[in-house]
C-alpha cells in the first residue's frame, strides 16, 4: 500500500511549505510512471478502475483558505489543493422553499450537498429531496451503487450530519436524523418540512440514520454514536449494521487492525469529532472592550495549539487513507467516495480562527492522501470544493484602526468579534467574525460568496473558469458513465 511519508509530522512548525511542494510534485509526476510499469494483467486491470473522490470543505470559502494559509505557510506557500492543475469559481444556489422559482442568496450544508450530489437545486435544509414536493432526488452515491461501483462516505461530522447524508438518505429536513427527531414538530423547521412527513408509518423513509444502515455504502467513517445507538424495535442500529456484515471502529487502532475486504462501519465520537487544534488558552475572537477614557482595548495576539481532547482520535488523512484502500481492494471497476472536513464550517461559526485553521490543514492533509492516490490510479477524477461562504475574513491590525482613529474625530475599531493571531513564521494576521450579534446560540452566519473547486484526473480540459454545483454533479457523473442530469 501507498504510503505518506510527510504526515507522520504532527505540527506544521516543524515542517516547510517548500518540502510539501516538493514531495507532492515529485510524487506526482512520478508515480504514474511506475504505476504504467506494472506487468501483472491484473494489477493493471485494478489500475485502470474508474473513481471519482470528491472532497467537500465545509464553509470552506476563499476568505478561510487564505487565512489558514497565511497561519500556516504565510502568504508564500500552497495548500495540496492548489497544487491541483485545474481550477474553477463555483456558484452555490439556493431556492426558497416557500417559491422555489427564487432564489436565496445564502446556502446550507444540506442544500448545498444536495446539488452536489443530485444535480439539481433545493431549499435550504433539504437532503435530497426536491423543495415543496418531497420528491426524493436520486444521487450520485446511488446511481454509482447501481452500476456496479462500490461507495463510501468519510466526514469529521456525525454520519447523519447534513454533507454525508445527503449523499446517501432522504429528508425533508436535516434535523431528522433518527427516529427520537421524528416524533415531535420542530418550531423553527417550515411545515413542508417537518420531519413528521418522512415517518414511516406515513409512508415516508424513516430517519436518516435508519436510511445510512439500509444504505449498502461499503464504507461509513465518522461520528454520531448517539444517533446509531437508537433503534426501532429490539436491536440497535448498531447491531443491525453489524448483522448487515459491518465491521465497527470505534478507535485509531481499530481503523489500524481492520482487514481491507470489511464493510466498515466507524463511529468515532458521540456527535461530531472533536478539534485537531484550539486558540493557546482556549482563546477565540471577542468584542473590542472600551475603557472608561473611552479607548479602545484589543485583544493581545495569541497562537494555535493541539487540542489534547483530540488523542486517540483518527485524522480525517487516516480514515480516508482506509476508505481508499477498502474501496480499491480487489475492484477492478471503481468507486464513489465523498470526504467531508466538516468542522471548518461549525468552527468559523463558534468565531474560533484556530480551530478552523486545524480543520482546514487537516483537510488538505486528506486531500494529499487522495491526490497521492490518484497518482497510483490514473483513472481517479479528484474534486476538492466547498459548500457555501463563512463569516471569518482577514481585516486590518489594530494599529491601522488607531492610525485612522487619530486622524478623523470619531474613532474607529472593528465592530464583531476580532482577534489577533501570530503566525508560524511570526506575522500578525486580524480575523474579524461580523455576521451576527448573538454572543452565543446561533453565532456567525454562513455568507453567499462563490467557492472554489480544484480539480484533477481525465478529461477536464474544457472546465469553463465559473460553473454551478450541478455542473460538478454532471462531471462526476460523466466520469463513471452514469449520464448526465439537465
Ligand atoms: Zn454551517
Redesign the pocket.
Known sequence: MYKIAYKKIAHPIFTTPIILTAFISLNVLLAPLSSQASPSKNLTDHLSATNVILFIG??MDEHQITMARNYLYSPKGLFAMEQMPVRSSVKVQTLREDNPKQFRHIA??ANSATTLATGVLTSKGRIATAALTNHALPTILEDAQRAGYRTGIVTTASLTDATPAAFASHSPHRDCESPEEMKARHPFIPPTQQCTHNQKKRGGQGSIVEQLINANVDVLLGGGRKYFKQSVGKSSFIEQAQHKGYALLQTQTDIQGTPEHSKLLGLFSKKHLPIEWIGENYRRAKKIKTDADGHHIYPQPFTCTPNTRFKNTPTLSQMTDKALQTLSHNNTKGFFLVVEGALI??Q??KRNPCGQIGELRAFDESISTGREFASKFPNTLVIVTAD?G?AGQIVPLPESYELVSNAVTAPQYPTGYYAVLKTLSGELMAISYATNSSPKGMWEM?TGTNVPAFMEGPELKNVPVTIDQRYINNLMRQHLKLGTIQ
Do not use: I, R
Request: glycine content about 10%.
Open positions: 465545509d464553509g446550507d450544508s464550517d461549525k468559523a461559526h457555501h463563512q454562513h
